[in-house]
């Protein structure tokens, strides 16, 4: 028989920080596995299908926000230690994953994207997060707008990719700060 427990409000932040970490520890999985999968399906089909020139531009827009939440989450880890830096630094080693995969898609169409951070969010984890919170869930949107006006599917797996992590980046940084669950899915 299966047992499920619900977090309550008064377990440990322990529990709660090993339940964020652990959303987002899947994201660098998410981010690379369509660049994999694109490789395959383009093998199996019997050329590179799937990608469109006319999408660069976009795509080189989407570089540029990934490049600018690299630079935003450098400035916010400064100072932060333990646990919270743990977390910290997995987002961002998301979002230089997702710069890199964009950088590599690109290839010699890559554009030099712009390293001015979004914020200069400084302070505890808890006093950042929901700014960092909203600079996700804006940076999703971005990312989901651009697939709906990119044709290359190869590019809309990716950036999909990119969007199922960054939600559950704005999702655990709103829980971080202080949103209730049901609050922080509907970011």
Request: proline share 3%.
């Amino acid at each position: 028989m299966d047992t499920h427990q619900v977090e309550s409000p008064d377990m440990s932040m322990t529990t709660r920080r090993r339940l964020i970490a652990s959303l987002l520890a899947g994201g660098a999985v998410v981010a690379t596995a369509p660049l994999f999968a694109g490789r395959a399906s383009a093998a199996e089909a019997g050329g590179s299908q799937g990608r469109d020139a006319g999408d660069n531009e976009a795509l080189n827009a989407c570089l540029a926000r990934e490049s600018r939440m690299v630079a935003t989450y450098r400035k916010a880890i400064v100072g932060l230690t333990g646990n919270d830096l743990t977390a910290m630094t997995l987002i961002l080693d998301h979002h230089v994953a997702y710069a890199q995969a964009l950088t590599g898609y690109l290839a010699v169409d890559v554009a030099a994207p712009s390293n001015a951070p979004l914020a200069s969010p400084t302070g505890s984890i808890a006093s950042i997060a929901r700014q960092l919170a909203t600079l996700e869930d804006q940076t999703a949107t971005i990312h989901t707008d651009t697939i709906g006006a990119i044709k290359g599917l190869d590019a809309a797996t990716l950036l999909a990719s990119i969007v199922t992590v960054e939600t559950r980046h704005a999702a655990a940084l709103e829980l971080i700060a202080g949103a209730s669950p049901i609050a922080a899915i509907g970011n």
